[in-house]
């Protein structure tokens, strides 16, 4: 079956890493196994700490994506932050907390954006609302991209929903 590429932007964070590898699970935990996840660009120092203390492997490097390829953006949307070739890609869904912009398609498709601090928040929501149970290595996941992305609640785009969702993942993780 043709594969679906899930990646988050280029100089890739925390949350594109682990959303990436997060949308990968949830959409085979929902029986969509086609689908891989991919990073745009190398782990940096925080992300790779993460990885390793959970013990998950990075994602492979995607270099470019090729015409018709079916793709999956998470904690992006815009072109100009994503895979070279994202123009002619044929994208299936985006999970994003950004601001719309540089951004058209050719077809539908499923596209989820809310104002909060991290995509991880929103995965975590997509995941209770799909009734699927969240692994404590996921929640840890999920709760490391919050904090990173919140600079540990201190940032100005975090809400009340990041703060709340990142407890929640904390407690199911097993984390202080
Ligand atoms: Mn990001
Ligand atoms: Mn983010």
Known sequence: ???????????????????????????????????????????????????????????????????????????????????DGIEKARIKMVVDHHRLANFQTSEPLFYRAEPVGCTGTILYKMYKENGIEIEPTMAGLMASAIISDSLLFKSPTCTPEDEKACRELAEIAGLD
């Open 1 to 83: 079956m043709e594969n679906i590429f899930i990646f988050g932007h280029q100089n890739p964070d925390t949350d594109s890493i682990v959303s990436a590898l997060i949308l990968e699970k949830m959409e085979k935990e929902m029986g969509q196994n086609n689908v891989k996840a991919y990073r745009l660009g190398k782990i940096n120092k925080e992300t790779e700490y993460v990885l390793k203390h959970f013990d998950i492997a990075a994602p492979e490097l995607l270099e470019e994506v090729k015409e018709w390829q079916k793709v999956m953006m998470v904690d992006h949307n815009e072109f100009n932050q994503s895979a």
